[in-house]
């Protein structure tokens, strides 16, 4: 059980383009979605917070207009990498949090590689 | 703020040996839950423990052990019986309320056969 999904895996896309990833929870309705990134060799760093039918909550120095997260049902959340940049290139992970459980335990998905050109 | 420190950046261990990895933690709650996950190459996220602060026995997973010291803030994981595939990034994780988690930096740990 609290499997997490993750699509796609790997991308590679051409500078100044846009990229959605999808996080979907398939066997628990996740009330609250994270996504994260994570550089070589370091460790991960909470980007947004999402709430179903509610607007993210950003981390300090993260650009809410550049990763746009949209968490429309308690089983999919969506980052849009919006006119992304070699600087962008990175390993982004989402995790969810099972609703009702009162656990504060966070289910991870497989990660997805964005390579910018 | 929260802050979750794991002062070893790499721990190797021998096949069928124990080893213990470190974590401390500063907070100012009384009610909160710590994690350890681990990431093998493959880079998944994998939980392996959790704690509960209000809960005062350590919690155990098989091979996996936690030594939970509240008043010292420290959350130390005891991987028994190593095997190979015990290799992996472990990160040591804070979370209260809110949901919203904090990590350490990791701790590499190598199992040599």
């Known amino acids: 059980g609290a499997v997490v999904s993750q699509h796609p895996s790997w991308v590679i896309c051409k500078s100044g383009t846009s990229v959605k990833i999808e996080c979907r929870s398939l066997?628990?309705?996740?009330?609250?979605m994270f996504w994260y990134r994570q550089f070589p060799k370091q460790s991960l760093m909470l980007m947004a917070t999402?709430?179903?039918?509610?607007?993210?909550?950003?981390e300090q120095g993260v650009e809410k207009d550049k990763f746009l997260i949209n968490h429309a049902s308690l089983t999919l959340s969506t980052l849009t990498v919006t006119s992304a940049h070699p600087e962008d290139s990175s390993f982004y992970i989402c995790?969810?949090?099972?609703?009702?459980?009162?656990?504060?335990?966070?289910?991870f998905g497989p990660g997805t590689r964005l390579t910018v050109l | 703020a929260q802050t979750v420190t794991q002062s070893q950046p790499e721990m190797s261990v021998q096949e069928a040996e124990t080893v213990t990895l470190s974590c401390t933690y500063d907070?100012?709650?009384?009610?909160?839950?710590l994690f350890w996950y681990k990431q093998p190459p493959s880079r998944q996220m994998i939980l392996v423990i959790r704690?509960?602060?209000?809960?005062?026995q350590n919690a155990t997973e098989n091979r996996f052990s936690v030594n939970f010291q509240k008043a010292a803030k420290s959350f130390s994981l005891k991987i028994s019986d190593s095997q190979l595939g015990d290799a992996a990034m472990y990160f040591c994780?804070?979370?209260?309320?809110?949901?919203?988690?904090?990590f350490g930096a990791g701790t590499r740990l190598t199992v040599k056969p």
């Open positions: 994780a804070y979370v209260y309320n809110n949901n919203d988690m904090r």
């Open positions: 704690q509960e602060a209000y809960k005062q």
């Open positions: 066997d628990f309705q996740a009330t609250t």
């Open positions: 995790s969810a949090s099972e609703a009702g459980l009162g656990t504060d335990t966070q289910y």
């Open positions: 999402s709430n179903e039918g509610s607007k993210a909550t950003y």
């Open positions: 907070t100012s709650e009384s009610d909160y839950y």
